[in-house]
């Protein structure tokens, strides 16, 4: 991989975007052409390819195909969007901001919502976002794929947040505009439309929306949309659906998918801020600018590749060799801790210990709706203190620790921190904000530097701290390095075949169908041996039962929810013939998946 140039041409940047590339899947399902060999990548590789793959947000509109990020007709929804939270904001007593999702899409809801009622606070306003998240709290937390295919849960939970409001803005949140959960929620907008004002983000173009039946419902999710299409004609409600090309890992909508909602609705919810607090108008070119500074916070996040690289390859390091990495982080950029970790497991069927996440404050600076979760179990634990006597105790050379903060938080406390754990292992690093020209606490963060093995700087233009957008564009560069930290580690680890997940655990229809989709791809075997094949590693049988194979999805992806390793074992069966006990045997001898279907894949 040494000599693979970064300067990929045009066509290879777009090659996603021709209809016949991989044309019955939507594009968040698309597999990358820029990573397919991700998989043998160098750190210092996967940092370039990441790079590029985040780039892809920013590509400009070419012909009629797809909407982008920049495209007119996103900017003026997200105009129209924004005056109506300024209304909100002017009125809040009746009437409130809803976000909701499932998985990264509901944990990017609650930092969202979170940032901007604190920003109303601090002008004595009153807050009016809500979020709400497929499983309730815990999942902000944890994986909680299950409830994401259920509509009622979703509408139950929009009628307790909307309790006795008379105008609400829904921005109902699905990167694959395919979650049940969301459909029914939007549906039940559509259908009080004297309350509900309904806006959909996500990251497809309008046909591509899911078509699958959705258990007891009358409606799919692309029914969904057909009807919002045809209410947003008088802007009575909202489809913001740029395409913002496959993800580096198929399927991995936490990443780009997470970046661009995070994108859309700052940009949407800050002129809708600036327009109340300071007069400012809700300009096209404004909101053209404010996307604009998020391209550069790609720019300056990316513009240290060797520094992240150190990062990812310490990280894959311990996971290598089953120890771990943990993100001590301080105020919301902990935030982007806790929520990068607790994707690992969904993601890539990671144990909750292998990477984790803490904030200064615990629950206090966490803020969410239900408050201390900590009786839920051990990974709810997520102060320092926790990790003080939890895990420091424990740790080893071989774990990494990395210390998240800005200059603007305590230096002393994240000192304090530092040596406490530099007494137990060197293998410590930062990742640190600062503004450009900012030199007052340079000598307490020398001190801290010194402890540190590598400390990734990222310096922000002093215009940033005038805009007050700062705190978002940090929060981007953060979500943008440990997002890579994160699936780079897992990479090295050799959790990925190509660029596909294969360890995916199949909690939910989409992660089911996913699965079923990538055990045809890679045996190429028909769909219907791939489903059995998929059965037989759920159940842990060589016959299936009648039962087994009468039973619906739902039934599948709960028995699921216990089992390990349920893709890589099917896929072994398919491909060898093997029995379940052969297979798993196999699995066991070889536990890098990458290695131990790669020698049966030719
Ligand atoms: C929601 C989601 C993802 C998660 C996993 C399962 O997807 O929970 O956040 O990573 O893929 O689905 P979406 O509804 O935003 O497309």
């Known amino acids: 991989m040494a000599g693979l140039d970064w300067t990929y041409g045009v066509s290879t940047l777009r090659q996603w975007e021709s209809a016949d590339y991989e044309p019955s899947l939507p594009v968040s399902e698309k597999s990358n052409p820029l990573t397919c060999d991700i998989d043998r ?3 210092y590789s996967i940092v370039k390819m990441l790079q590029v793959c985040d780039s892809q947000m920013f590509q400009k509109e070419a012909g009629t195909t797809y909407q982008r990020l920049l495209s007119d007709q996103v900017l003026k929804t997200l105009m ?10 002017k009125d809040p007593q009746e009437s409130c901001v809803v976000m909701s999702g499932c998985g990264t899409s509901g944990r990017l809801a609650f930092l969202i919502s979170s940032g901007f009622n604190k920003a109303l606070s601090q002008l004595n306003q009153s807050e009016v976002y809500s979020y709400i998240i497929a499983g309730g709290d815990r999942a902000l937390l944890s994986s909680q794929e299950a409830p994401e295919d259920d509509p009622r849960l979703g509408v139950l939970s929009l009628k307790k947040v909307c309790e006795g409001k008379k105008r609400v803005l829904f921005i109902g949140i699905s990167c694959g505009l395919s979650a049940p959960f969301v459909a029914g929620q939007l549906d039940f907008c559509l259908q009080h439309p004297e309350v509900y004002t309904p806006v959909l ?3 497809n173009p309008a046909h591509q929306a899911r078509d699958e039946p959705i258990q007891d419902c009358t409606f799919t999710f692309h029914s969904v949309v057909q009807r919002m299409q045809e209410l947003a004609k008088s802007q009575k409600a909202f489809l913001i659906n740029p395409a913002v090309g496959p993800e580096a890992i198929s399927g991995s909508s936490r990443m780009k998918g997470g970046s661009a909602t995070k994108i859309l609705l700052e940009v949407a919810f800050s002129a809708a801020h ?5 007069n400012t108008p809700i300009t096209h070119n404004g909101v053209l600018q404010h996307m604009m500074e998020y391209e550069r916070t790609l720019a300056v996040t990316y513009s240290q590749p060797d520094g992240i690289t150190t990062l990812v390859e310490a990280a894959g390091e311990s996971l290598r060799c089953s120890r771990h990495v943990y993100y001590l982080g301080w105020g919301s950029l902990a935030l982007l801790g806790l929520i990068d970790a607790s994707e690992c497991s969904p993601t890539f069927g ?6 984790r996440g803490f904030i200064r404050g615990g629950y206090r600076e966490l803020n969410n709706n239900d408050g201390p979760l900590t009786s839920l179990g051990p990974k709810f634990s997520i102060a320092h203190e926790d990790f003080l006597h939890l895990i420091l105790p424990c740790l080893t050379d071989k774990d990494t620790v990395l210390l998240i903060y800005t200059h603007s938080d305590d230096a002393t406390e994240v000192g304090n921190m530092a040596r406490r754990v530099r007494e137990k292992t060197p293998n410590l690093h930062a990742v640190y904000h600062q503004a450009d020209g900012d030199t007052a606490a340079s000598l307490q963060q020398d001190n801290i530097k010194k402890l540190c093995l590598s400390t990734l700087k990222i310096t ?8 007050g957008t700062l705190q978002h564009m940090r929060e981007l560069s953060t979500k943008l390095v440990l997002n890579a930290v994160s699936t780079g580690a897992h990479v090295l680890k050799g959790k990925i075949y190509q660029n596909h997940m294969i360890d995916l655990q199949v909690t939910n229809t989409k992660l089911y ?6 055990l045809q791809k890679l045996s190429t075997c028909p769909e219907e041996k791939c489903e059995e094949a998929l059965l037989k590693a759920i159940y842990r049988v060589d016959m299936l039962t009648l039962e087994m194979t009468s039973s619906d999805i739902t039934t599948h992806t709960c028995f699921a929810r216990n089992s390990t390793k349920v893709v890589p074992l099917a896929l072994v069966i398919l491909l060898t013939g093997w029995s379940l006990v052969e297979a798993e045997s196999h699995l066991k001898q070889q536990p890098i998946v990458r290695e131990a279907v790669a020698q049966w894949m030719w």
Do not use: H, M, N
Request: avoid cysteine; aromatic fraction near 8%; charged fraction near 25%.
């Open 513 to 518: 169908r996913r699965a079923t989709r990538l």
């Open 460 to 467: 922000w233009p002093q215009e940033a701290l005038v805009s």
């Open 41 to 43: 990548a160098s750190a």
């Open 80 to 89: 129209e969007v924004a005056k109506r939270v300024e209304v909100i904001i």
């Open 201 to 203: 983000v996500g990251f």
């Open 274 to 278: 600036a327009a109340t607090s300071s």
């Open 350 to 355: 990671a144990d909750y210990e292998d990477v």
